[in-house]
């Protein structure tokens, strides 16, 4: 999970240094959307370092919380402002599956992060002598001799 969440918070971090280089265009709302783009990169990089350090899920739960509502608010000025600013619609497309995508892994972290740390672990389930219906392994007391295997051992001219 961390890492299909790392690749994406790139892709975004990416894809709105790349859309929104406002400034560097020149274009009209450059002085908007350059802090609203810093935003959304103090979080992405908020959360990367979060999933670094191996924080625990509640921690990275409030954290994507974070960066979902500053993702928000960024499409929210894209999309209203996508005349003013000369955005492309492929661009705004990508920054919103971007949003999605942070808003669904958001959504599986939080889960994870409300069932407390006894129920993270998974459960041993069983294992294969057990499906089979026999033991896991034999004990001495088990094991019966004359078996296939018994004849293996010793000299065979003897018998």
């Not at 954290?63 to 499409?75: C, D, N, P, S």
């Not at 740390?117 to 499906?131: H, T």
């Amino acid at each position: 999970m961390s890492r299909r969440f790392i690749i994406v918070a790139a892709m975004l971090l990416s894809l709105v240094a790349a859309v929104t280089d406002a400034q560097a265009q020149g274009m009209p709302c450059g002085n908007e959307i350059m802090p609203l783009r810093g935003a959304v990169e103090k979080q992405g990089l908020s959360v990367k370092a979060a999933i670094d350090r191996k924080a625990d899920p509640a921690t990275l739960c409030k954290e994507l919380k974070q960066m979902t509502a500053t993702e928000g608010k960024f499409v929210k000025f894209l999309k209203d402002n996508q005349s003013w600013c000369q955005i492309p619609p492929q661009a705004i497309e990508q920054v919103t599956g971007s949003q999605t995508n942070t808003a669904k892994i958001r959504d599986q972290v939080c889960t994870v992060a409300a069932r407390g740390p006894a129920q993270r672990q998974i459960p041993a389930g069983p294992g294969l002598s057990d499906a089979l219906g026999t033991s896991r392994a034999p004990t001495p007391s088990t094991a019966k001799s004359g078996g296939a295997f018994d004849t293996l051992t010793g000299n065979p001219f003897k018998q």
